[in-house]
Each structure stands twice: as structure tokens, then as C-alpha cells.
């Protein structure tokens, strides 16, 4: 199978999901100042962003594997600030184990990925 885009690959689809979640249950939480709300909804967006910068940039393996690490961490920081949700009471126990479970699996997939990046390279001739 051809991929055109980064929005097909799996950890896309994933990490814009988990994005979305994010969005909508932020929406509850109340507004302070340099908001947490702000953070999470920014560092979990931002995965989605770095992956599509890394696939533009896929013709030159250590800028792929620069931005896809950049994903991972921003994924990372999403985990932190789930971590922080919960505990200042903006987001539910139950909440809390559902998001940072998504967000191991495309921490995971990401991992697999910077592991063996050669099959999303382009190759030049």
C-alpha cells in the first residue's frame, strides 16, 4: 500500500483522536491564566503537526527522524499534562486512564516507527 499523506498512517489517525478527545473534554475545564487547557490541547495538537512536518521531510532521514522525535516528545508532554488534569480535578480518574492509555499507544507506534524509519523514506535514485 502507497501512502500519500501522513494523515493515513495509523499513529496520525490516532494521535488526531486523541487530539479531539482532548479538545472536547478541555472544555469543561476551567479557564486560569496560562492555562493547563491551553498546554494540552497545544502539545497534543502538535503531534499531529510534527508528523506531517516529518513526512514532508522524509527525503532526508535525520530531519524525518528530527521531527518524528519531536512528536514523540510533544506526545510525551500530553501524557504530563493529562497527569496534571487529573489531579487538579479537571478531568476524571476514568478519563485520565482512557486518554494516557491512547496516548502510550501512539507513544508506541511512534517508537516502533523511529526504530526502522527506512520504509517511510523516500528513496533517492
Keep these: 500500500m502507497i501512502i500519500h499523506s501522513a494523515k493515513e498512517l495509523n499513529v496520525y489517525k490516532a494521535a488526531y483522536e486523541l487530539s479531539m478527545e482532548i479538545f472536547e473534554i478541555s472544555k469543561t475545564c ?3 491564566r496560562y ?3 491551553d498546554q494540552i490541547r497545544r502539545s497534543s495538537r502538535s503531534v ?9 521531510k522524509r527525503r532526508y532521514e535525520a530531519h524525518f527522524i528530527s521531527k518524528f522525535t519531536d512528536a514523540d516528545g510533544e506526545n510525551s508532554e500530553t501524557g504530563t499534562w493529562l497527569d496534571f488534569a487529573k489531579d487538579c480535578g479537571y478531568i476524571s480518574n476514568e478519563d485520565h486512564i482512557r486518554l494516557t492509555s491512547k496516548c502510550k499507544e501512539v507513544g508506541a507506534m511512534l517508537g516502533n516507527m523511529l526504530k526502522n524509519p527506512a520504509p517511510f523514506l523516500i528513496k533517492s535514485d
Design 48 to 56: 499531529c503537526s510534527n508528523l506531517c512536518e516529518a513526512w514532508a
Design 35 to 37: 492555562s493547563l487547557t
Design 30 to 32: 476551567p479557564e486560569e
